[in-house]
């Protein structure tokens, strides 16, 4: 098949170069993005009069017809075509004869392809932020759901002090909250509009670029010819702003897993979203926790493979850049996949109260509350928390709780210590009276549900502006 580029050359293209050169097995699905900017790209040309709009007209009825071409299957892609651009423009030109040929006036396949992939981006960070969104609202519903449960709090993983369930899973919607932010300045980077750069230096054409950026919803239009074709910074921040969000995801995952097993029996997940063992009959296993865990990886390379390949490029284009779309569309799928199901893993999953409240009653997690009720009575801190350790060396020594003490065995380590000690050292006081802000008490969690509530009010905000800069 002679090459649309084809009129340098002597020979054909090998048939290994050929396959490994093609980008169509990945690159078909910027096929609206490419249609639509074509479809910009020729009206600016027509009223321009650069080319006439009879050509226009043709051009435009061509491209409708091959988008429901392939959008009903009957689209054939070839691999000796390369890429997206070359086979509907190849299939355009048979279709309508020299107008077809005209459209790629002005233009070329670096600053068509920098086009798509923006305008693709733009789409996928609207609907990866819709799914974010519904995560935070999963969220604020398992919250409510279950907003008296008292679990041990962890460091090192090693129980710490109560806290309230809800308290803990509020940590996770603001590190939703700031990965909803991240994406937002990748919709920024993306939302420049390249076309109109040519293969690196702009054109002799007298075309006008803020035309096509207004038609096809950019905000802006890239400043230099070099870097419009070069850039792949919002894909690289995209890319960033998801490894972040899939760490968020994998260390979620990993509470779970554990709140699962037997050991802490905090959780369980419901039977549509667990699976069994082919040989162990008794098994209920967290394989989606687990996958997304693993997927995370796959993520951060795909971050580290493009910074690679950018790393060493000099200006402008070059053909390593078409490393830049496989990983893209698998983080794109991977990241849409994990917060779609971590939404129905939190609304599905049972929270066992009862052993989350019974594992407090035997260890010394209000240890921290005793030092308190002391310096409250006058004693310096460091000496409150040398009492209080000592109070816990004796408990273990005896194998008994702190509020197994009797007033006598409390004033034994300070006279400070008077009945009102053993109401103070509840669970639930430890909890209720941790008032400040961003607190577990209760009030103070109630407090973050309403700033929660309001956070979502203004993502969904953001999200509508997204809409009314895409096209889908």
Known sequence: MTKLWGGRFSKNTDALVEEFNSSISFDWRLYKQDILGSIAHATMLSKCNIITEEDRDLIIK??????????????EFKVSLEDIHLNIEKVLTDKIGQAGGRLHTARSRNDQVALDTHMYLKEEIKEVSNLILSMQEAIIEVCNKYPKTIMPGYTHLQRAQPILFSHHLLAYFFMLERDFRRFKGAFESADIMPLGAGALAGTTYPIDRHMVADELKFSRVYENSLDAVSDRDYILEFMSAASILMMHLSRISEEIILWCSSEFSFVELDDAHATGSSIMPQKKNPDIPELVRGKTGRV????????????????????????????????????????????????????????????LRD????????????????????????????????????????????????????????????????????????????????????KTLQIAAGIISKEKETVSVYKAKTHF
């Open 62 to 75: 061509g491209l409708k017809e091959i988008l429901a071409e392939i959008e009903n299957n009957s689209f």
């Open 300 to 359: 951060f390379g795909h971050l580290i493979a493009l910074l690679t390949v950018t790393k060493g490029l000099p200006l402008a284009y070059n053909k390593d850049l078409q490393e830049d779309k496989e990983g893209l569309f698998d983080t794109i799928d991977t990241i849409k996949f994990s917060l779609a199901v971590y939404k129905e893993i939190l609304l599905g999953m049972k929270v066992n109260e009862v052993r989350m409240r019974a594992v």
């Open 363 to 446: 260890d010394f997690s209000n240890a921290t509350d005793m030092a308190d009720y002391l310096v409250k009575k006058g004693m310096p801190f460091r000496q409150a928390h040398e009492v209080a350790g000592k109070c816990v060396a004796y408990c273990i020594a005896e194998k008994k709780a702190l509020l197994d003490l009797s007033l006598e065995e409390f004033k034994s380590f300070s006279e400070l210590f008077s009945e009102d000690v053993l109401e103070a050292m509840q669970i639930e006081t430890c909890v209720d009276k941790r008032n400040s802000f961003g607190g577990t008490g209760s009030s103070q969690v109630q």
